[in-house]
């Protein structure tokens, strides 16, 4: 039932009403009519509103599923985040590390240079 009018209270057409409320008796069979077509109304409400929690509860689900994604996502994100600064960080030390090497074979060259220099000068 919607709003807990009966179907009767919801038919406001062509004098229905009034003769419902106001007139004579409808007779028997009309009223089993109004009342088969009130039960239908409300059998086809209560599968039209169980469908919409059906669909109520698949959304929650697929939005529960969705934030926990979003979540991972989120928390990979950081992952890869701290793993390019580690990156960065190894590739500074190794580009230093190659200067230091270049320096120290650069000063190696040199001073056997000289050694061969002070060689030939004895």
Same mark, same amino acid.
């Given at each position: 039932?919607?709003?807990?009018?009966?179907? +009767?209270?919801?038919?406001?057409?062509?004098?229905?009403?009034?003769?419902?409320?106001?007139?004579? #008796?409808?007779?028997?069979?009309?009223?089993?009519?109004?009342?088969?077509?009130?039960?239908?109304?409300?059998?086809?409400?209560?599968?039209?509103?169980?469908?919409?929690?059906?669909?109520?509860?698949?959304?929650?689900?697929?939005?529960?599923?969705?934030?926990?994604?979003?979540?991972?996502?989120?928390?990979?994100?950081?992952?890869?985040?701290?793993?390019?600064?580690?990156?960065?960080? +190894? #590739?500074?030390?190794?580009?230093?590390?190659?200067?230091?090497?270049?320096?120290?074979?650069?000063?190696?060259?040199?001073?056997?240079?000289?050694?061969?220099?002070?060689?030939?000068?004895?």
């Amino acid at each position: 039932r919607v709003h807990g009018d009966t179907f +009767l209270e919801l038919l406001p057409m062509a004098g229905v009403r009034g003769a419902v409320s106001n007139g004579p #008796v409808l007779d028997d069979e009309f009223q089993q009519h109004v009342r088969a077509l009130e039960s239908l109304y409300v059998q086809r409400l209560s599968v039209a509103q169980a469908e919409a929690e059906r669909w109520r509860l698949l959304y929650q689900a697929q939005k529960e599923q969705s934030d926990a994604v979003e979540m991972e996502l989120a928390s990979t994100r950081r992952v890869v985040a701290d793993l390019e600064a580690n990156i960065d960080e +190894l #590739v500074r030390e190794n580009t230093a590390m190659a200067e230091s090497r270049n320096q120290a074979v650069e000063k190696y060259n040199q001073l056997r240079q000289a050694a061969i220099q002070l060689q030939n000068f004895k």
